[in-house]
């Protein structure tokens, strides 16, 4: 079994400022993790994944996660908060291609970005 | 990436209503998912396909149906639609590693 944790629904962050949004998972085998983000009225677009090896990745519009084992969290950042940052986030975790690779998600973490 | 598309993306229906919608992918691939995204619950999946012979139940399968008519199609039917099934719906492929890429969606609407 397996599923996400996202430590709260709405952040909200000055333009410029760090974002950071939380995500802890539980499974029972080692995990593939990802964010995706989703823009108002528009379908979920893949920031970057985690499978195997480095445990700090870089994704698309600045943005990277950090793997951590040991505190089964995968913490998205992005150094400096821009307008178009404003969207709702989605941590998930998936298990083995041979179980189908299904993603198990957090119930999202809305950003909302202040000049 | 996936191309995926979903018809119809925005559909209004009555309680009791059967309603099909549709999602197709021109990459070839095998597995093909059907989510549902409900405000503060994420996306939680209602059934996958590994190949056209092979369907799997999800998490939120009960009141829903699916049908892959052809590799490159996969179904999904309300047989008789509850104001609760009121959501956003949408179809996922592989990528080209284990992430999943995403249809545009269906906003689905039962009165």
């Known amino acids: 079994a397996q599923s996400v944790t996202q430590l709260g629904s709405h952040v909200s962050v000055s333009e410029g400022a760090l974002v950071l949004l939380r995500c802890n998972y539980s499974s029972s085998v080692p995990p593939y993790l990802f964010w995706y983000v989703q823009y108002p009225n528009q379908g979920l677009q893949l920031l970057l994944k985690y499978t195997t090896g480095a445990t700090l990745v870089k994704g698309i519009n600045g943005f990277e996660a950090e793997f951590k084992k040991s505190e089964t969290s995968f913490h998205l950042t992005k150094p400096s908060a821009h307008m178009s940052d404003a969207a709702e986030y989605f941590c998930a975790v998936s298990g083995p291609p041979a179980a189908g690779n299904k993603l198990t998600f957090g119930g999202g973490t809305r950003v909302l970005v202040k000049p | 990436d996936a191309d995926v598309t979903q018809t119809p993306r925005n559909r209004i229906t009555k309680t009791g209503k059967r309603i099909m919608l549709e999602c197709s992918q021109t990459?070839?691939?095998?597995?093909m998912y059907w989510y549902r995204q409900d405000p503060g619950l994420g996306l939680r999946l209602i059934y996958y396909s590994f190949d056209v012979k092979d369907i799997n139940k999800g998490e939120i399968s009960d009141g829903y149906s699916v049908s892959r008519q052809a590799q490159a199609k996969f179904s999904l039917s309300l047989e008789s639609a509850i104001p609760n099934q009121t959501a956003l719906y949408f179809c996922?492929?592989?990528?080209?590693?284990?992430?999943?890429?995403f249809g545009p969606g269906t906003r689905l609407t039962v009165t």
């Open positions: 990459k070839g691939h095998d597995r």
């Open positions: 996922a492929t592989p990528g080209s590693g284990v992430e999943q890429y």
